[in-house]
């Protein structure tokens, strides 16, 4: 086999090989050989009929697969310093004769990366200070999770009671899916239902009715219903109140562990902080990329995001999973096609792809790696964490593991270089 390769558009690779004579002659060999057992001949048995009874024509497309799928991958292979391909390729056939069989490949490839500045910039940086009141609401989330749920029949429903109704709803007088149930149980306050829907149910009393009227959301799920106004008649059947534990210290200690109630808020001071400092560190390195983003020119094809896009639509199917719901019937819920709905994720996925696209060539550029000694500090630190030594933890680590802690101790080497060259700043509040 000869070959060559050529830069083509929008982020391809046209690769072009070239067979001859002899080797077409072994592909159709190799097809017949392989596949000759499908085949009965009169006067032969199954699968012992010559080729030349057969007919060498049955086998041409066999040999040509053959052909293209014993040397692309040499290629590649060969071409790996020069492109990396990042989808399936499209292939066709140049030339076909008995003497030559030439076939073309057109693949997608990661494309070439120009960041026109990284350094040197304004780039807000974000910073979250946990305060007070959400320490008292996780305090208060606590006691709603051990309250007492107890039978109201002496006022109307009020935010925080669970109520019990029968609804039906109608947009221009027509029914619609999924906006009809009998005895649902419904927290108000929690948001559950469609704007303005839970405000209206406040104030109704046990077997009262009444007409809730809302306005569905220019962004609801259901095509059909987008900034459609909706009536639903409502009939209140019963109340549920709760009654709330007192925050004591022997509370705190049957609910949580901790001894008293000053040391339950210190550790939830110390964890909601640490999961704002975690929120702070995406926004501002989020802040860092969209920055250099907009300095960046990088031609992605389509193969890229269309992977990035299976990863995010998966995502969501898992989500779906844990609330015991399958995506095929999510999607005929909101009467939504898969190629519709994965549409909804293009943007973000060819964000996301842009983005991934420049840490990897400023991590080329810059030169960033991890040493064995920061991996192995690493390594010790976890092992410490679970009471194992560093030999042992990391004897029973997967591979894949060390390949995670070596990528994340780079990845933060990457933003603290660029932290560390552009002007950050801190938005006042206001």
Do not use: C
């Not at 293209?68 to 310093?81: C, I, P, R």
């Not at 534990?245 to 210190?266: H, L, M, N, Q, R």
Request: aromatic share 8%; proline share 2%.
């Amino acid at each position: 086999m000869k070959y060559t390769t050529k830069a083509a558009e929008k982020s391809t690779v046209k690769i072009t090989m070239k067979f001859d004579g002899e080797e077409w002659k072994n592909a159709i060999t190799k097809a017949y050989n392989q596949n000759k057992h499908k085949y009965s001949v009169p006067g032969f048995r199954k699968g012992k009929a010559p080729l030349a009874r057969i007919g060498k024509e049955v086998f041409y497309e066999d040999a040509l697969n053959i052909l293209f799928s014993e040397n692309y991958g040499t290629v590649l292979d060969k071409k790996a310093k020069d492109f990396t391909v990042v989808g399936e390729p499209e292939v066709s056939i140049e030339n076909f004769t008995d003497e030559e069989i030439v076939l073309v490949a057109v693949a997608p490839v990661k494309p070439e990366v120009k960041i026109n500045s990284y350094k040197g910039m304004k780039i807000q940086k974000f910073e979250y200070t946990v305060k007070d009141e959400e320490v008292e609401a996780e305090l208060q989330r606590l006691r709603d999770r051990n309250a007492r749920k107890v039978e109201v029949t002496d006022r109307a429903a009020q935010n925080g009671d669970i109520v019990n109704i029968d609804f039906v709803g109608t947009v221009d007088g027509v029914k619609f899916d999924g906006g009809e149930a009998e005895g649902f149980d419904l927290t108000l306050g929690s948001g559950q239902f469609i704007p303005g829907f839970e405000d209206q149910v406040v104030g109704m009393n046990i077997g009262e009715s009444k007409d809730v009227n809302v306005t569905f959301p220019e962004n609801y799920q259901a095509e059909n219903l987008k900034g459609k106004a909706a009536v639903f008649a409502v009939k209140l059947n019963a109340i549920q109140g709760k009654e709330f534990p007192e925050v004591t210290d022997e509370f705190i200690k049957e609910a949580t562990g901790s001894e008293t109630v000053a040391e339950y808020k210190a550790k939830t001071l110390e964890r909601l902080q640490g999961q704002a400092d975690r929120k702070a560190t995406d926004a501002t390195e989020n802040s860092i990329l969209d920055a250099i983003a907009a300095n960046t020119e990088v031609e992605i094809p389509q193969a890229m995001i269309e992977r990035e896009i299976d990863g995010l639509v998966q995502k969501f199917e898992y989500q779906l999973m844990y609330q015991g719901l399958k995506l095929e019937d999510y999607l005929t819920f909101l009467k939504v096609t898969l190629s519709d709905f994965r549409k909804n994720y293009e943007e973000q996925a060819t964000k996301n792809v842009k983005s991934q696209l420049i840490i990897s060539k400023l991590i080329e550029e810059e030169k960033i790696e991890a040493t064995e000694e920061e991996i192995n500090a690493q390594i010790e630190k976890q092992a410490k964490s679970v009471e194992k030594t560093f030999e042992d933890y990391k004897n029973g680590m997967d591979p894949r593991q060390i390949d995670y802690i070596r990528s994340d101790i780079i990845i933060t080497k990457l933003f603290d270089m660029l932290m560390a060259n552009n002007e950050m700043y801190v938005e006042e509040s206001k």
